[in-house]
Nanobody, 126 residues
């Protein structure tokens, strides 16, 4: 799986962004993969943001973004999205989309994702 994230940018605190991630899949179906969004701020470890199961029927969020973010996927278009609202300064980071074969648990575990996009920078200003 090859992943290409986009949609980052500079936004004022309280604003919104929609991140997109396009997947190129060979040999398997896009719906064979769980998908996640992670982020990494300067000087910090990569952390879980949100994940969605292979069907799009179950979603999972970090406490820090719960209620402000929505992850979704389109299995026909091989896309995954992260809508982020009411952005805060602490949301500033490089955001990565990631994929793994269907696993069914531990959606927030960075080490369990095998495929990663290149990242897109989100900068939230006061």
């Amino acid at each position: 799986v090859q992943l290409q994230a986009s949609g980052g940018g500079l936004v004022q605190a309280g604003g919104s962004l929609r991140l997109s991630c396009a997947a190129s899949v060979s040999g398997r179906k896009f719906s064979d993969y769980d998908l996640g969004w992670f982020r990494q701020a300067v000087g910090k470890e990569r952390e879980f943001v949100a994940a969605i199961d292979w069907r799009g029927g179950s979603t999972y969020y970090a406490d820090s973004v719960k209620g402000r973010s929505t992850i979704s996927r389109d299995n026909r278009e091989n896309m995954v999205y992260l809508q982020m609202d009411n952005l805060k300064n602490e949301d500033t980071a490089v955001y990565y989309c990631a994929a793994r074969w269907i696993f069914g648990r531990d959606y927030g575990a960075v080490r369990l994702y095998d495929y990663w996009g290149q990242g897109t920078l989100v900068t939230v200003s006061s």
